[in-house]
C-alpha cells in the first residue's frame, strides 16, 4: 500500500486495527485526534500516560495530529488533508460524523476519487443505526454468549475482543476493495462496516446450519462446536487439544490406541456427528492415560492435528513464531518495543511493524507544513 495516503479518524480498536495493517504494509496512515487523545491511550499498562499496550499495538507506525473539529481551523485544516488523500476512515456514527461537516457526500465534494470508509456499530439503513455499541454489546447481539452457554450452561463472553477485531479485518478486506476498484475505474465510493451485521455473517457462517433452508431442517446450531464436552482433553499431566473427527484419523487413532470402547457405532464421521457430545466424552477419559507429551508425540506420528495449551505469555517465546519472524523489535522513545508483526507473507511486497507508536500530536506540525498549515491555524 506504498503511496496510498489514509486519513484516520478512528478510535479504541475496530477502525485503528484496520488502520495499523494498512500501516505496515506501507500506507502512510495520519491519525486525527482530539485534543484529549483517542480513549485507547489510558485502559491499560503504559510506559507513560497515553502510550497503553492496546493503544501502541494497534497504532504503531502512524503520524499523529491533534485537531479541534470542534474548530473552524481544525475542520479547515482536515479538510486539506482529504484534499489529497486517497481514503478516509471514521469511527463515529453518522449523526455525529454529519454535524461536523465530514459526511461522505461533504468529503466526497472536497475530494471524488476518495475512499470513504465508515466503521459503525450498526449500518445507517437500519432502526439501530444510532445505538452506542462496545465488542461487549455485540457479542452480546449476534449471539456468542448464548453460544456459550450451550457450552458451559453460563452466558459468558469469550476472552478476547472478537468482534471488534473481525470488524475491523472486514473494514481493512472491504477498504482495500473498494480501492481495488477505484484503480481499475477511478471512481471513489462509501463503504459501510457495521460491528453487528459483520459479527452475525461471522457467527452464521456455521451456525445458520438448518435454519437456512425453507422449511428449517433444524436450529440455527452447529451441534459439533458446542457440544459441552467439546475442550482441550485433560492428561495425566495438562492438557492437549486433538481433533479426531474425519474417518482417516479416527481409524488410525483407534486402530494405535485401542480404546475399551470402540465399536461399530462409531465407525464412521455421519455416526460420530449424530453423537458427537459423547464421542467427546469416550475421547476425554482416554486422555487420562497419558502424558501431554506421550500424546503429542502419538497423534503427531500418526498425522492428526494436536497442540499443546499455551498461554497468550508463551507465544513470545514459541519456536514456530520466533523461526518466521514473527515478532519485531523497534526502538522507541521508551526503548524496545517487541511487536507482534504482519501475519502474512508475500513474495514480492512484504510487509513489516511500520515504526514506533506516535505520542499524541507527535507529528501535527509535520502534517500541517505538509499542508502549508502552521500551529497557529489550527487554534
Request: aromatic content about 8%; proline content about 7%.
Amino acid at each position: 500500500m506504498a503511496g496510498v495516503r489514509v486519513i484516520d479518524l478512528t478510535a479504541m480498536v475496530m477502525g485503528p486495527y484496520a488502520t495499523q495493517i494498512m500501516a505496515d504494509m506501507g500506507a502512510d496512515v495520519i491519525k486525527v485526534e482530539p485534543p484529549a487523545g483517542d480513549n485507547t491511550r489510558f485502559i491499560s499498562v503504559a510506559p507513560e500516560p497515553g502510550m497503553s499496550g492496546v493503544f501502541v499495538n494497534v497504532n504503531r507506525g502512524k503520524r499523529s495530529i491533534v485537531l479541534d473539529l470542534q474548530s473552524d481551523e481544525g475542520k479547515a485544516a482536515l479538510r486539506a488533508l482529504i484534499a489529497d488523500a486517497d481514503v478516509f476512515i471514521h469511527s463515529m456514527r453518522a449523526k455525529a460524523i454529519a454535524r461536523l461537516g465530514f459526511s461522505y457526500e461533504a468529503v466526497a465534494a472536497i475530494n471524488p476519487s476518495i475512499v470513504y470508509t465508515n466503521c459503525y456499530g450498526y449500518g445507517h439503513r437500519g432502526p439501530d443505526r444510532d445505538q452506542p455499541a462496545y465488542d461487549d454489546t455485540i457479542q452480546a447481539e449476534c449471539g456468542l454468549p448464548a453460544v456459550q452457554q450451550m457450552l458451559t450452561g453460563e452466558a459468558n463472553f469469550v476472552g478476547t475482543i472478537v468482534a471488534d477485531k473481525v470488524a475491523g479485518l472486514t473494514s481493512l478486506y472491504a477498504t482495500v476493495m473498494a480501492l481495488f476498484h477505484r484503480e481499475r475505474t477511478g471512481e471513489g465510493q462509501e463503504v459501510e462496516v457495521g460491528m453487528f451485521e459483520t459479527m452475525a455473517s461471522f457467527m452464521l457462517v456455521e451456525h445458520a446450519n438448518g435454519a437456512m433452508f425453507n422449511p428449517p431442517l433444524g436450529p440455527a446450531c452447529y451441534p459439533r462446536v458446542v457440544a459441552p464436552n467439546r475442550k482441550p482433553y485433560r492428561t495425566k499431566d495438562g492438557y492437549v487439544s486433538a481433533l479426531i473427527y474425519n474417518d482417516k484419523h479416527w481409524t488410525l487413532f483407534v486402530n494405535a490406541v485401542k480404546p475399551a470402547w470402540v465399536g461399530p457405532d462409531l465407525a464412521t464421521l455421519e455416526a460420530r456427528a449424530k453423537q458427537i457430545d459423547r464421542v467427546y466424552g469416550l475421547l476425554a477419559e482416554t486422555f487420562l492415560e497419558r502424558t501431554t507429551q506421550e500424546w503429542l508425540d502419538l497423534l503427531r506420528e500418526l498425522g492428526i492435528p494436536a497442540a499443546p495449551l499455551r498461554t497468550p505469555e508463551e507465544l513470545f517465546d514459541n519456536p514456530h513464531l520466533n523461526a518466521v519472524g514473527f515478532f519485531e523489535t523497534v526502538e522507541t522513545k521508551h526503548g524496545p518495543v517487541r511487536y507482534p508483526g504482519v501475519p502474512t507473507w508475500f513474495s514480492r511486497t512484504p510487509g513489516g511493524v511500520a515504526g514506533a507508536t506516535p505520542t499524541l500530536g507527535e507529528h501535527s506540525e509535520e502534517i500541517l507544513g505538509e499542508i502549508r498549515f502552521t500551529a497557529d491555524d489550527t487554534r
